[in-house]
C-alpha cells in the first residue's frame, strides 16, 4: 500500500492533523507522521518525534524552543527535509502533505523542495491565494488555499482537508504504481518567454526530430531555477539557452530574477551550451502602477493588465552583455553563443515599441569585448524567432552535445585505463573540445 508523509506542528495543529491523517488513511494509503513542533507536546504520537527531525538538522530540540521563530522553522523545516529526502530514496514514501500559516507552509515547503521533480508533494494553506514563490520554489508543489485559517475543524476546512487527502492519495497510489517514463534520449533545457516563442519552438522541434527530448522552461524566475535545478539532478544533460532575461531582473529589481547565480549551474557541471540574448530587451513589473517610481519616465509596454514590460537603456544593456559574458567565461564544457542582429525579441525588431539599435549595439559590443576568445560567437543576421536563427542554434546544440558526449565516452575510457574517471565533466577547459580555437565571429546571412 502507498505510504504518504505527513509533515506538521502537532503541539499546536494535531486535531486539523489527526483529521487530515484520517481522512488520507480512508482515502487508502498509509501515513508517517513526522512531527515539526517545537513549543511543546505533540498532541498525539508522532511516527518521527520532532527532537529527531531537529537532530537531522544538526540542532538540539530544547535549544530551538529557546533560538526565536525564525531559527526554530528554518531548523525544522531542514530537518524534516533530509528525513524525507532519505525515505522518498528509499521509497519507503510514495508522497508527502501538510499544512500552515506562513510559518508552518514554510516548513513544510523547505521539506518538499529538495524532492525529485514528480514525487507528489500538497501543502494545505492560507498562504496560497498570495505571493506563493517562496512556498513552490523550483518545485512541483501543489498548493491549495485552505480559504479559513487552520484553527480548529469546521464543515470549510474538513471539506478543504478531505480534498486535499484525496489528492495527494491518488497521486502516491499513481506515483507508487506507474513505471517511470523516461527514455534514453538525450535531454536538452531551453528557456522562452512568449516575445521568443516562435524561434524556440522552431529548435525544438528541430532537435526532436532528431531524438532529443526538449524540456521548456518559462524564463520567469522559477523556471530559470528549476532548468538548473534539473541540471543538478542529472536529468538535463545541455542547455539551448535562448532567453536569458531573467538576468535583467536581478540586474534592475524586476519581478522575473532567478537570483545571482542564473547562467552558472551548466557551466559548473561542464554541460554543453548553446546561450543567446533573448528578452535582453525587456525587464519585467506587474500592473503598471506598480513600477517603481525611479522608472515611470523609461519606456514602457502594457503586455497585459498585470505585466508591464520596460525596455533596457543601452548602459544597462552594456553591463548585461559583461555579465552574460563573465558567467560563459567560467564554464567548464563547451559554449557557444547565438546573437541575433535583427532583434533579441519580438519587441526589439525594427518598427515594434522597443526597437533600439543603440542598446542592442551596446549589449552586443560590450558582449563580444568581454567574451574569452575560447568561447564562439555566432552572429545571424535576422531576428531572434527567424527560422533561420532558430535552426542554426538548434544545429549547434546537436552539434556540441555530440561533440561532448563523444569526448566524455573518450575520457571514460581513457580514465579506466589509468585508473581515473570525469565522465565527460570535469577536468581542465573543456569549451576548446567542441569550440573555435579562436574568439571569432561567424556570421550567417
Not at 535549544?63 to 525564525?70: E, I
Not at 533530509?82 to 507552509?105: D, K
Not at 515547503?109 to 492560507?126: D, E, N, R, Y
Request: with cysteine.
Amino acid at each position: 500500500m502507498p505510504t504518504v508523509a505527513l509533515i506538521g506542528t502537532l503541539d499546536t495543529k494535531a486535531v486539523e492533523y489527526r483529521f487530515l491523517k484520517e481522512r488520507v488513511v480512508a482515502a487508502g494509503c498509509e501515513v508517517v507522521v513526522i512531527d515539526t513542533g517545537v513549543i511543546g507536546e505533540p498532541g498525539f504520537a508522532p511516527d518521527v518525534t520532532s527532537s529527531e527531525v531537529a537532530t537531522a538538522a544538526g540542532q538540539d530540540l530544547d535549544s530551538l524552543r529557546t533560538a526565536g521563530r525564525g531559527a526554530a522553522v528554518t531548523a525544522m523545516g531542514r530537518g524534516a527535509g533530509a528525513l524525507l529526502s532519505t525515505m522518498a530514496a528509499q521509497g519507503r514514501v510514495h508522497g508527502a502533505i501538510g499544512m500552515g500559516g506562513s510559518g508552518g507552509s514554510s516548513i513544510v515547503a523547505a521539506a518538499m523542495q529538495p524532492l525529485p521533480i514528480g514525487f507528489p508533494k500538497v501543502i494545505v494553506s492560507t498562504m496560497a491565494s498570495g505571493d506563493t514563490r517562496a512556498f513552490v520554489g523550483s518545485s512541483d508543489v501543489t498548493l491549495v488555499n485552505s480559504v479559513v485559517d487552520i484553527s480548529g475543524l469546521n464543515r470549510v476546512l474538513r471539506r478543504v482537508l478531505s480534498n486535499a487527502a484525496v489528492a495527494v492519495a491518488a497521486m502516491a497510489q499513481s506515483y507508487a504504481s506507474t513505471a517511470p517514463v523516461d527514455s534514453e534520449a538525450p535531454v536538452i533545457g531551453a528557456t522562452m518567454f512568449g516575445v521568443t516563442s516562435t524561434g524556440v519552438t522552431i529548435a525544438r522541434r528541430w532537435l526532436e526530430d532528431r531524438g532529443y527530448e526538449v524540456l521548456v522552461f518559462h524564463a520567469n524566475g522559477a523556471g530559470g531555477r528549476a532548468m538548473e535545478a534539473l541540471m543538478h539532478q542529472g536529468v538535463i544533460t545541455g542547455a539551448l539557452d535562448v532567453t536569458t532575461t531573467e538576468l535583467v531582473d536581478e540586474l534592475v529589481g524586476g519581478n522575473l530574477s532567478a537570483g545571482p547565480q542564473r547562467l552558472e549551474v551548466a557551466g559548473a557541471l561542464g554541460l554543453p551550451q548553446v546561450v543567446s540574448l533573448g528578452a535582453l530587451d525587456m525587464a519585467n513589473f506587474g500592473p503598471l502602477a506598480s513600477v517603481p517610481e525611479r522608472y515611470r519616465g523609461r519606456r514602457l509596454n502594457v503586455h497585459n493588465p498585470a505585466i508591464t514590460l520596460m525596455r533596457t537603456t543601452p548602459e544597462e544593456c552594456g553591463r548585461l552583455g559583461e555579465i552574460l559574458a563573465g558567467k560563459l567565461n567560467a564554464a567548464r564544457g563547451p559554449v557557444a553563443v547565438f546573437i541575433p542582429k535583427r532583434g533579441v525579441s519580438s519587441l526589439s525588431v525594427a518598427g515594434a515599441d522597443f526597437h533600439d539599435p543603440d542598446a542592442d549595439a551596446a549589449l552586443f559590443g560590450a558582449l563580444r569585448a568581454a567574451l574569452d576568445p575560447a568561447i564562439q560567437i555566432v552572429e545571424v543576421d535576422a531576428d531572434i524567432n527567424d527560422a533561420a536563427f532558430a535552426v542554426a542554434m538548434a544545429e549547434c546544440a546537436d552539434w556540441l552535445y555530440r561533440t561532448w558526449r563523444a569526448a566524455g565516452i573518450q575520457a571514460s575510457e581513457q580514465g579506466r585505463d589509468s585508473g581515473t574517471s570525469h565522465g565527460g565533466r570535469g577536468g581542465g577547459d573543456e569549451r576548446r573540445l567542441a569550440t573555435a580555437p579562436a574568439h571569432q565571429a561567424v556570421s550567417i546571412e
